[in-house]
């Protein structure tokens, strides 16, 4: 009976787990993380015994709801584990998780577990190109100056957004799963739009905050933007429309951007969801361009970079809108990036997790004149401390007249989960980035600079952007954008094998010094052409100077030469043995060479290309001098004719 009872509650006991672990599962799903969380730890009772997968989504949960510290010693069970099946994705939350918590040495390990694992990611390449990420995040800080606001709750506040002299804020309870303001899912109480009166500089008192009137709903709004006329708003809602909740198969409530506009009352109406939502995934966080005629938006749609991408569309005229736009690589990573915001002069700043940062989300800045959605080809900056934080730095905004704005933070000291944060910039952040090459052509048969060669800058679409000719130091120099543009220098010179060095230019790696080998073609100055063209030597009659006919095919091929080579400059040098007296050897060999140099310019060679000198017995390749005693073959060695390069 016992065994009976036992093997009952055996299988209701598994069966309570079995159910436990599928709405756990169904929990994560859905983004509902705080969910999750509590019925994952229910579920965990020996940490031994404990499923690789639970210990995983459990530290996923807590790094989506930013509970950085909790998310760091759930992953550091996970991979105490030593389990193979850990996502690569794991390793780089693990890294940010710590980041969060200041551990920046450790974080950096976790960072090369992940390159290891996926040296293709744009997030592994940007860490291994920048390993001084803190230095550079460093050189962009103390631009801004902090200002407490007082319309902050205990709850959260984020997503300011100008509104007349005014804000518009989001403002709700405690946030759960794919959170609204980092993510874009959120099954949590309600939020809502709030206009606010922001302190005054230097001014600490209670700012004045109101509901919005018609816009608000029985569900999410958030993230807003208005038009500079104060009469057309884009904001992010819930998917709700007529009054009905809208979910997608899974039954998630996804988001939507909806578009509002002012009647005649001076009432918010007409609110309408733009044509490209859908009931598949989610879009929102809006922000417009300074002509109003570009909306820039979040989205997890597919085809799309990483987890959530930055958008943009062109607005028409009768609520009509153009092709979405991915920004593409240059903004989006395989990360997280939202909450754009387009500022007078074009400049973009957004939140991300995927560019090197201090924790969490940080804020950057991109300057869209520089983009081609294409191409990564534009800089993207960390604006550094104070504005970004070991936590979650989001939802920037500025005006440039003023250098006044706001943003949003969950940094340790605030009054809520998420506060708001005023600030006055103080010093512009560059975002572009003037760059050149310093370079060098050198020789590798002589091992020397070479001067005179001719330099063209390549770039990665194959165009010439520029071209130089080396110094008399074999030193040239180019001015080039190093907004990470790929280039390479092809070098040439008459007479050399042209060479090419390949580079690229990145912020970090501006003004790169580059060789451009090139390879003089023999023969070489100072050379004989003789063992290039395997002359036989040239035979004259004894006591003679006149070129014999036997001689002339040899002859040919130097003549050849020179017709293939019109710039070659040579010079005939006649040796004799040791034989008879000095004096008589040289100007027999003098008379000589030059017949063999006459012979060559009565062939249509001009004079100023071929000259003859004899240097007799003065130049003997052997021991064979005058008074020893040597064979004929040997002294055979010393009777030789020379065809010197002297020029090229």
């Not at 859905?30 to 969380?37: E, F, N, R, V, W």
């Not at 300074?290 to 799309?304: A, H, I, N, Q, V």
């Not at 959530?308 to 990036?337: A, Q």
Request: charged share 25%; proline share 3%.
């Amino acid at each position: 009976m016992k065994k009976y009872i036992s093997l009952v509650c055996g299988i209701i006991c598994l069966g309570q787990a079995m159910g436990q672990s599928e709405k756990a599962n169904e929990s994560y799903k859905s983004y509902d993380y705080q969910k999750a969380i509590k019925l994952y730890t229910n579920q965990i009772d020996d940490d031994t015994n404990v499923d690789v997968n639970i210990l995983e989504k459990l530290a996923n949960s807590y790094y989506f709801n930013a509970d950085f510290n909790n998310a760091e010693e759930w992953y550091r069970k996970l991979f105490d584990k030593g389990n193979a099946e850990v996502a690569s994705e794991s390793y780089f939350r693990f890294s940010q998780s710590l980041k969060a918590n200041k551990k920046y040495v450790e974080a950096d390990k976790w960072m090369e577990r992940f390159v290891q694992s996926e040296p293709n990611d744009s997030r592994a390449k940007r860490f291994v190109e920048t390993k001084n990420y803190l230095e550079k995040i460093a050189e962009n800080g103390g631009r801004f100056t902090l200002e407490p606001q007082s319309f902050n709750t205990n709850n959260n506040d984020f997503a300011p957004s100008f509104y007349g002299e005014n804000l518009l804020v989001s403002s709700g309870g405690s946030l759960i799963g794919f959170q609204v303001k980092k993510h874009l899912w959120n099954n949590e109480t309600l939020y809502d739009l709030y206009e606010v009166v922001p302190n005054k500089q230097d001014e600490i008192k209670k700012s004045r905050r109101k509901k919005l009137k018609g816009i608000n709903t029985r569900l999410h709004e958030s993230s807003s933007v208005v038009t500079k006329d104060g009469n057309t708003m884009y904001f992010t809602r819930n998917n709700l429309y007529d009054g009905k909740k809208g979910e997608d198969s899974d039954g998630n409530t996804l988001l939507k951007l909806y578009k509002a506009t002012k009647n005649e009352n001076g009432k918010w109406d007409a609110i309408t969801p733009l044509p490209f939502n859908s009931e598949t995934f989610s879009t929102g966080h809006p922000a417009l361009s300074d002509d109003e005629k570009t909306l820039y938006f979040t989205s997890d749609r597919p085809g799309g970079v990483g987890s959530s991408d930055i958008y943009r569309v062109s607005i028409k005229d009768n609520n009509s809108y153009g092709d979405i736009e991915n920004l593409g690589p240059t903004v989006n990573t395989e990360g997280r990036e939202s909450f754009p915001f387009v500022t007078k002069s074009n400049k973009l700043f957004f939140a991300s997790d995927g560019f090197y940062g201090l924790g969490g989300l940080d804020v950057f800045v991109t300057d869209l004149d520089q983009i081609t959605i294409t191409e990564n080809n534009a800089l993207v900056y960390n604006v550094g401390e104070p504005i970004n934080s070991p936590k979650d730095d989001f939802s920037f905004i500025i005006n440039e007249d003023t250098n006044m704005g706001y943003f949003a933070s969950n940094r340790d000291g605030g009054q809520g989960g998420d506060d708001i944060y005023g600030f006055v910039r103080t010093g512009e952040i560059e975002t572009t980035c003037d760059g050149g090459i310093n370079g060098l052509a050198f020789e590798t048969h002589f091992q020397k600079p070479l001067s005179g060669a001719t330099l063209k800058l390549i770039n990665a679409k194959g165009e010439e952007v520029a071209s130089t000719i080396s110094d008399a130091q074999g030193k040239f120099t180019f001015d080039a954008s190093c907004a990470n543009e790929a280039y390479k220098i092809v070098g040439s010179k008459e007479g050399h094998k042209s060479g090419e060095s390949s580079f690229s230019l990145s912020r970090e790696n501006n003004r790169p010094d580059v060789q451009v080998d090139l390879l003089e073609l023999p023969p070489y100055k100072g050379e004989d052409i003789a063992k290039l063209l395997n002359l036989r030597p040239i035979y004259f009659a004894l006591n003679k100077a006149a070129i014999r006919k036997s001689e002339v095919p040899e002859l040919m091929k130097v003549l050849n030469y020179m017709k293939e080579n019109p710039t070659v400059k040579i010079e005939i040098r006649s040796h004799t043995d040791s034989r008879g007296s000095d004096s008589y050897n040289l100007k027999l060999s003098d008379r000589r060479a030059k017949s063999t140099a006459k012979w060559i310019v009565d062939q249509g060679i001009p004079a100023d290309r071929i000259s003859g000198k004899g240097f007799g017995e003065s130049q003997l390749l052997n021991q064979c001098s005058n008074g020893v005693k040597c064979n004929d073959a040997t002294h055979e060695e010393n009777r030789r004719s020379e065809f010197i390069v002297v020029s090229k």
